[in-house]
């Protein structure tokens, strides 16, 4: 089955953390090189926020993100993390894991696989 799986969401205070996690079928994280998190807040624009090449692991962070959010990635579970520290209420959103095959790691276009997302609340 050709999917993506999501978990980890809920709601925390300012300043806390979370870790989401997304599990991809074995057909999708084998046959593209790029694993990314996005998120879309209510009345606006679904946004990157990181991204992984499953080969080297090299990354990738949306200003906004960097030095609070780190995403990895587990070859051997087919699974995609994003540890997020030291979060705002600008941060709450649905978040969703995508997979694609590119060079351009923070681009939506980039990404042929969506999750069905899981929610972030972040209260001040």
């Known amino acids: 089955q050709v999917q993506l799986v999501e978990s980890g969401g809920g709601s925390v205070q300012a300043g806390g953390s979370l870790r989401l996690s997304c599990v991809a079928s074995?057909?999708?994280?084998?046959?593209?090189?790029?694993m990314g998190w996005f998120r879309q807040a209510p009345g606006k624009e679904r946004e990157a926020v990181a991204g992984?090449?499953?080969?080297?692991?090299?990354?990738r962070y949306a200003d906004s993100v960097k030095g609070r959010f780190t995403i990895s990635r587990d070859n051997a579970k087919n699974t995609v993390y994003l540890q997020m520290d030291s979060l705002k209420p600008d941060d709450t959103a649905m978040y969703y894991c995508?997979?694609?095959?590119?060079?351009?790691?923070?681009?939506?276009?980039?990404?042929?696989?969506w999750g069905q997302g899981t929610q972030v609340t972040v209260s001040s």
């Open positions: 995508a997979a694609g095959d590119g060079f351009l790691p923070l681009a939506v276009g980039t990404y042929a696989y």
């Open positions: 992984i090449y499953t080969g080297t692991s090299s990354t």
């Open positions: 074995e057909y999708i994280y084998t046959t593209n090189n790029l």
